[in-house]
């Protein structure tokens, strides 16, 4: 696709649920990032994926989070037993470039909202 | 953790008007970005400045790095309608694959 999808746009899950969100990022778009951020502030870094190897788990929040990118394009980013501080958008964003770094042009996502009731 | 504050965080202001915003640190950033994002989409990049004091133009904006790589400013000049929207600063480290973004500022042009 043109841009990097994200699917669902919005999902309202209850408290306990496990969800999956998923990111395609721009095809040939080597390095996967996710974000999550609340409403009215900037995005917070989570992970990061350079192909299909996590390079960089050290935002994840808890282990109830966690995510893969199996063949190096598309992404899961998994919470388990959903919480509702958990409830964000969550955004995912892709690069060309095949080292993280300052020279970076990450694309972003629309996002999925989660909500947790 | 590096902390990047944006000032200020509300800024309503009428067309034709001058603006600055300021993005603001205690560590020192490799690389500075400005993001635009509008509701309901994501972030997107508008310019990356890598060296002390340098200063960029992209049309009427203009965005400016500090000597010490601190901090930054964006300047718009004669804001129009168009430029409403959340402008956000995010700082890379050094060899980094994260961004440090700031919460940002919500800048609203009236006609």
């Known amino acids: 696709g043109a841009g990097v999808s994200q699917s669902p746009r919005y999902k309202v899950t209850k408290r306990g649920q496990d969800v999956a969100l998923r990111c395609d990022p721009i095809?040939?778009?080597?390095?996967l990032y996710w974000y999550r951020q609340a409403l009215g502030q900037g995005p917070e870094f989570l992970t990061y994926f350079n192909y299909e190897a996590q390079q960089d788990k050290s935002g994840l929040p808890n282990d109830r989070f966690s995510a893969e990118r199996p063949e190096g394009s598309i992404s899961t980013l998994t919470i388990q037993r959903t919480e509702q501080r958990d409830s964000a958008m969550y955004r995912c964003?892709?690069?060309?470039?095949?080292?993280?770094?300052?020279?970076?042009?990450?694309?972003f996502g629309s996002g999925t909202q989660l909500s947790v009731l | 953790t590096q902390l990047l504050e944006q000032s200020p965080q509300f800024l309503s202001i009428q067309e034709g008007e001058n603006l600055t915003v300021y993005c603001n640190s205690s560590?020192?950033?490799?690389?500075l970005q400005w993001y635009r994002q509008e509701p309901g989409e994501g972030p997107v990049l508008l310019v990356t400045?890598?060296?002390?004091?340098e200063v960029k133009k992209l049309k009427r904006l203009t965005f400016q790095f500090g000597d010490a790589r601190k901090d930054s400013s964006l300047h718009i000049t004669a804001a129009q309608p168009g430029d409403t929207g959340l402008y956000l600063c995010a700082g890379a480290g050094a060899g980094s694959y994260q961004l440090t973004f700031g919460k940002g500022t919500k800048l609203s042009v009236i006609p």
């Open positions: 095809s040939g778009h080597v390095s």
């Open positions: 400045v890598v060296t002390g004091g």
């Open positions: 560590s020192v950033f490799s690389s």
């Open positions: 964003a892709s690069s060309l470039a095949e080292t993280g770094g300052w020279y970076e042009k990450l694309f």
